[in-house]
């Protein structure tokens, strides 16, 4: 048992307002401390620097995902809504669950979401200018996937009031039982009861992404209940975490004016920009994943059953890997960053998520000459989630659209 190595133990609350108020500074203490630490007020082992966490995400079968994701271990306690089919599994469930998913959000489909995506672009750029003062966390970064990502899914206007409250819950569920996840579990069997009744089929148009979904049942690939989770799975892993990614998105364009210059003289790269954002502040911060088999890390041994918590975050600025990591550069060459994962378990949305912000920021860069913060931004505390409750804002106009 680790005879011959010392293991570094931090007392680091990952999920304290402390930690989550300024997190980067704290990520570079657990890379320096070593390849794998220990956090002992949990009781986890973590990784931090890029290279780690990687390996840690391209070994599903010594880090499994089916016991939870989260820092609860699904072989000890229930967790508080049926598991993912597929963000919850191991192959062979979530490769045949995987597949479904990547069908229903291929290329082809993606592009026919693109004139919808513009016209709801156009006029939210159009209303900002136009008011001139505006709350960035809310009337761009929720407005836009709020209205546009409902639509393509095929929901009823009714009902996806609920989805804010849900996906509140599931990314607090991920974290240790502090007073956030208490919060945001209140309502948590009501919550999950309005969010399945949207997953119905009759309860969805035939023509959205959820329409697809039950599509592959009818061709004999999954259950009408498996279809009714990969439905919520959409719900659940879609709208917050695209949220935040636009209200990251939007404190860079702010604190970085001459980074939304280059933005502006080239919306080409609206799309790098973003990624970008994904990069640098990392709206997903952390996963976890439970060791399904003895393994060392850099030495190190970890106990078959231990949870692992990886900081994508963390990973995203290792200086190892990065050159300049704290800084916003629109066009950094990106692709080797975690943020949407990496491995079997990469985010299997991601490409509607670029697209989303791709044309929005798109539009942004078409009327807007400068985001000025006329207050600092109000971060929103979640136990998963990096993301702005305020960012106010004055918006700049260019000179008139042509
Ligand atoms: C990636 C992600 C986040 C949250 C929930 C889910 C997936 C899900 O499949 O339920």
Redesign the pocket.
């Known amino acids: 048992m680790n005879a011959s190595r010392s293991v570094p133990v931090l007392d680091l609350d990952p999920f304290s307002d402390d930690f989550l108020a300024e997190p980067f500074s704290r990520h570079a203490l657990i890379r320096e401390a070593g390849p794998v630490v220990w956090l002992e007020r949990y009781g986890v082992w973590a990784v931090g620097r890029h290279s780690d966490v990687f390996a840690v995400l391209m070994d599903w079968e010594s880090f499994i995902s089916s016991a939870g994701?989260g820092i609860t271990d699904f072989r000890v306690q229930t967790p508080p809504?049926p598991p993912?089919?597929?963000?919850?599994a191991d192959p062979p469930l979530q490769t045949r669950t995987h597949k479904i998913l990547a069908r229903v959000l291929s290329p082809a489909a993606l592009r026919s979401m693109r004139v919808a995506f513009e016209t709801e672009a156009e006029q939210l750029a159009a209303r900002i200018v136009e008011r001139g003062t505006i709350d960035g966390a809310e009337d761009i970064a929720r407005a836009f996937p709020l209205q546009v990502f409902p639509d393509a899914v095929g929901l009823p206007d009714e009902g996806r009031e609920i989805l804010p409250a849900y996906?509140n819950m599931?990314?607090n569920f991920?974290g240790p039982h502090n007073e956030r996840f208490e919060h945001a579990m209140a309502n948590a069997p009501a919550v999950s009861k309005a969010v399945m009744a949207l997953c119905e089929r009759s309860a969805v148009t035939p023509d959205g992404l959820a329409a697809g979904v039950f599509a592959a049942h009818d061709a004999g690939e999954c259950s009408y209940a498996e279809a009714g989770?990969?439905v919520?799975?959409?719900?659940?892993?879609g709208l917050d975490?695209t949220v935040n990614s636009i209200a990251c998105a939007l404190v860079c364009f702010a604190r970085f004016p001459e980074q939304w210059n280059r933005v502006r003289a080239d919306p080409s790269i609206a799309r790098n920009a973003f990624d970008e954002a994904v990069r640098l502040e990392s709206p997903?911060q952390t996963?976890f994943r439970t060791v399904a088999k003895p393994v060392t890390i850099g030495g190190i041994e970890l106990e078959d059953g231990a949870k692992l918590l990886m900081f994508l975050a963390s990973a995203n600025r290792d200086p190892r890997k990065w050159s300049d990591p704290d800084t916003f550069d629109v066009t950094r060459k990106t692709g080797a960053h975690v943020g949407f994962?990496a491995g079997i378990?990469r985010?299997v949305?991601e490409m509607l998520s670029k697209l989303e912000g791709e044309i929005l920021i798109g539009a942004l860069a078409r009327r807007v000459a400068r985001f000025e913060l006329t207050a600092e931004p109000t971060l929103n505390y979640n136990n998963?989630l990096r993301g702005y409750a305020q960012i106010p804002l004055t918006i700049h106009a260019n000179g008139k659209p042509t």
């Open positions: 994701v809504r993912s089919i597929i963000l919850e996906g599931v990314f991920f989770m990969l919520r799975s959409l719900l659940s892993a975490t997903v996963f994962g378990h985010c949305g998963t």
